[in-house]
């Protein structure tokens, strides 16, 4: 399988992109704006995987070129620029696609974070709303730690919610999910019920900024 | 230390009673809008209790007769019923006590489950602007299946997460957390949070209708 990462130079995608090379045999696209950004992440990704004797490549595009190659587009970019991201690739995928969304509206104020949902209801519905027409959404990944999952020497015991209409594409992320070593994905229904699986991540930097030793928390449903 | 349970009775209320009469020395106040009520399910749970081998005197008041006994109050009310619950009280509790608040306010429709907080914000916040001025607030035991806790076979390994502005009253919220076997208070900041906090109740409920086995879920933060 091909997973572009849009938005991959940044924490989430760095982090997703060196767990699926290490972990799993899928093609990794790192996709940017910038293509030559792109490329250069995409070698950084390349020695860091070497460093754990993992000899992989990883591969650098601008968004349009990473999504039209790709079986599943994962939007790793900030809630802000979910709706311009799918707009630039929208001619490059396809109902046989999966379009994955991890993105959370959060602000932040004196008290910690909370939860800002755009008017769709959840940056999950936004995606679905701006996707073209039959192009299946999943939301997924929205409650792990960029810093911890990007950090290979750390094992995981994590879990991660799934969202989705559709359950194939849903079927899809699951596994790519659980293909992670050390990561179990769960269902929370159907994209109705994203805004409950979004707010769970300004939850987590809130628990982690409270609690001694909580940096990078993340959650197992028990 | 003195715990009255308003709406003791209830499901939440029951859990706690049962753990807290369990696993502490705290006297345990089971209290209802109806006395009579209130004396009933408090001998119901000393035969429960009895039954596991505890020998323990809970007793049942109205709210306010418990209210007025209790060094920390707990509002195990639906959400709907804490504006009347704490009028009901409100010159029974002073700001000696403790104020506790697990309720949340959800709606469910097709999808699942969602968050629907009262216009203050929170439910926490709802307690904090209604309780008499001065009485210190804390939001804790959203996040706990009442059947899981009411059973007491069940060895638990959970988290709970308090909320509050006065550090004292946090810190014996914490305390009497804790002091239930295989529960871990940690902290998500103060009542402005409480929205992202009350929010996961929810989730839990849609993971646990979406995912076979999770009956009763909850969660820890790792």
New interface residues.
């Given amino acids: 399988m091909r997973i572009a990462l849009l938005g991959g130079t940044g924490d989430i995608g760095q982090a997703l992109a060196l767990r699926w090379a290490r972990d799993t045999d899928h093609e990794i696209l790192v996709g940017s704006r910038d293509p030559e950004r792109a490329r250069g992440k995409a070698e950084e990704y390349e020695t860091e995987l070497d460093s754990v004797g993992v000899e992989r490549t990883v591969k650098g595009f601008g968004n349009e070129m990473a999504a039209d190659r790709a079986d599943v587009v994962v939007l790793a970019v900030p809630a802000y620029h979910v709706r311009d991201t799918i707009e630039s690739v929208a001619d490059r995928i396809t109902d046989a696609d999966v379009l994955v969304t991890p993105a959370v509206g959060m602000k932040r104020?004196d008290?910690?974070?909370?939860?800002k949902p755009p008017k769709a209801g959840s940056v999950t519905e936004l995606v679905a709303d701006t996707a073209p027409d039959g192009v299946p959404v999943v939301g997924a990944f929205h409650n792990l730690s960029a810093d911890r999952l990007a950090n290979l020497d750390v094992e995981l015991?994590?879990d991660t919610?799934v969202v989705g209409d559709n359950d194939d594409a849903v079927d899809i992320v699951v596994t790519l999910a659980e293909q992670i070593e050390g990561l179990r994905a769960?269902?929370?229904?159907?994209i109705?019920?994203a805004?409950?699986?979004e707010?769970?991540t300004?939850?987590?930097i809130?628990?982690a900024?409270?609690?001694e030793g909580?940096h990078d928390?993340?959650?197992?449903?028990?």
């Fill in positions: 104020d008290d910690g974070f909370h939860y015991d994590l919610l769960l269902s929370a229904g159907g109705a019920n805004a409950e699986v707010g769970l300004p939850l987590l809130n628990i900024m409270e609690n909580m928390v993340g959650v197992k449903f028990e």
